[in-house]
């Protein structure tokens, strides 16, 4: 059956692909981010039962809009997926106040400002999917100019784990799904904070497609957390905690 989905940072990248993916099996679709020229060129590529709505993730107020139009033109919601997000590219001992905020707000408090906004229709419903974008950066933090981004992923994933729980045992058909991708193909490291002319995307990267696929399976399978590239994601995190001096010394040799 169709669901109604509201995706944030749909506008390239992650979210535009998986905007793609879900228009096409039929689903209802309200794209959010700031670029209105881009994103409404896509709404309508897409179709019409995909609609875009300007939104700037770091108000509070914008996210609540997005919130009221998305029930406003659709009466329900049935998955929220907070997607919009920004890396860095400063090590620790250069990072200004400034950077740590941005990071803050366009990581951590993005999706606070979603999951406030949705999950009381949610609980009103008694269901819901709400899904946060992270990153494998928030497990290992490897890539040590991501720095600060590391830092709110991680923080991204204890919001996450704990309005999981916190819903658990009274709204069991609420489901709170953190998405852990490695690199990705897209321009995100080119889109990041102080990113030098020729960023380019890590070897090894995943396709938007891929993950979008990912995400797309974690909608109709609910799960609590998922990487997006399992075989080599998983072994790298069992490796890292089962010793993570070791495995910060093996990045050396
Ligand atoms: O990034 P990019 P991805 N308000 O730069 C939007 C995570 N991730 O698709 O506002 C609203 O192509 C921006 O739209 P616009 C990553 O952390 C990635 O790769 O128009 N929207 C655009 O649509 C992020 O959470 C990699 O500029 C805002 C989108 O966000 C997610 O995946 C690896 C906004 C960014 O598109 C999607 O990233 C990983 C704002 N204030 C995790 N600021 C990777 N690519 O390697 C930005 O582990 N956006």
């Not at 993916?21 to 794209?31: E, I, P, T």
């Not at 329900?76 to 590219?89: E, K, L, P, S, Y």
């Not at 696929?213 to 974690?218: G, H, K, Q």
Request: no cysteine.
């Amino acid at each position: 059956m169709s669901k109604v989905i509201v995706i944030t940072g749909a506008s390239q990248g992650i979210g535009a692909a998986l905007a793609r993916q879900l228009a096409a099996r039929g689903d209802h679709l309200m794209l959010a981010a700031r670029s209105a020229k881009e994103l409404g060129q896509l709404a309508r590529h897409l179709g019409r039962d995909t609609f875009a709505f300007t939104t700037d993730v770091t108000r509070r107020q914008d996210v609540n809009r997005l919130r009221d139009e998305a029930l406003r033109t659709f009466e329900n919601v049935d998955v929220w997926i907070n997607n919009a997000g920004r890396g860095i590219t400063r090590n620790v001992l250069e990072l200004t106040d400034e950077d740590i905020d941005e990071m803050m707000a366009v990581n951590v408090k993005s999706a606070l400002y979603g999951m406030q906004a949705i999950v009381p229709h949610f609980k009103e419903r008694g269901q819901g999917h709400l899904i946060n974008v992270s990153s494998m950066l928030s497990r290992i933090p490897f890539a040590t100019f991501r720095s600060a981004y590391n830092a709110s992923k991680s923080a991204l994933n204890a919001l996450t784990a704990n309005l999981r729980m916190d819903l658990r045992a009274d709204y069991p058909n609420i489901h709170v799904s953190l998405v852990m991708p490695g690199a990705v193909s897209t321009a995100f490291a080119a889109n990041s904070l102080h990113a030098p002319e020729d960023a380019v995307t890590m070897q090894g990267a995943q396709t938007p497609d891929e993950v979008a696929a990912a995400i797309v399976d974690l909608i109709d399978n609910p799960r609590a957390e998922i990487y997006t590239n399992p075989d080599a994601q998983l072994e790298q995190v069992k490796r890292y905690y089962s010793d993570v001096g070791a495995f910060e010394a093996s990045m050396h040799r």
